[in-house]
């Protein structure tokens, strides 16, 4: 089983849709949570972090269930620019670097 | 931007043949990564390293090495390039978390593609 599993998608959506994310991990000691967005072709770069309480910031509403061990991403009124790959990414322990998991990506394609 | 920076952008090489990829950063940033991203497996770590001169294995690590001579610079070397390491490599910075005032994620470099043929 993959550390951090994502459906990879991908989701084609009108303009305005909204759309949901999942993402399950399977260390149930992880401490931080995060979601990257990659452009084509690009590097990936820090959406926003993801905390227990839940948070949002403008479109983007990240949600974490530590229960189920589950990661979720809402976009709501989806538009052109937001078609990418969004990444889960999980920070297993503490220390060590700072090493993080990523998973494998779900794709968006936002059309007209 | 994070003022880090990848050389070369673009390589093709032959099997056998010994490449180093550079990673330079311009913020004093602790912490230095190399990973590779390939279809189907998003991105895995290579190496990184805490400092310089203190390095330590990711989970791909068979057939690269690394150094970390100074703070800004964070090489990798390949000694004998081979198909499978044909991939897209990206080298990311970051600072430990929980630092007062440091934004907790890695910065990213635009990315190496190599082909090995």
């Known amino acids: 089983r993959k550390e951090v599993e994502q459906d990879p998608g991908p989701f084609n959506v009108p303009e305005g849709a909204t759309v949901a994310f999942n993402c399950t991990y399977s260390?149930?000691?992880?401490?931080?949570f995060f979601w990257y967005r990659q452009d084509c072709r690009k590097e990936p770069k820090l959406l926003m972090s993801v905390y227990s309480s839940g948070n949002e910031d403008g479109r983007f509403t990240a949600q974490l269930n530590r229960a189920s061990q589950y990661i979720s991403l809402l976009i709501r009124d989806s538009k052109l620019s937001d078609s990418a790959t969004y990444l889960c990414v999980v920070r297993p322990f503490t220390g060590g670097g700072n090493k993080l998991t990523f998973g494998t990506g779900t794709q968006l394609k936002v059309e007209l | 931007d994070a003022g880090i920076t990848q050389s070369p952008r673009h390589k093709v090489t032959e099997t056998g043949t010994p490449v180093t990829l550079r990673c330079h950063q311009t913020e004093n940033h602790r912490y230095m990564y190399w990973y590779r991203q390939d279809p189907g497996h998003g991105l895995r770590l290579i190496h990184y390293?805490?400092?310089?001169?203190?390095?330590d294995k990711g989970e791909v690590s068979d057939g690269y090495s690394v150094s970390r001579s100074k703070t800004e610079d964070f090489l990798l070397t390949l000694e004998s390039a081979t198909s499978s390491q044909t991939s897209v490599y990206f080298c990311?910075?970051?600072?430990?978390?929980?630092?007062?005032?440091?934004?907790?994620?890695?910065?990213f470099g635009p990315g190496t593609r190599l082909t090995v043929l």
């Open positions: 390293s805490y400092g310089v001169k203190d390095t």
């Open positions: 260390n149930s000691a992880s401490q931080s």
């Open positions: 990311a910075i970051s600072d430990p978390p929980g630092l007062a005032g440091v934004k907790d994620t890695q910065y």
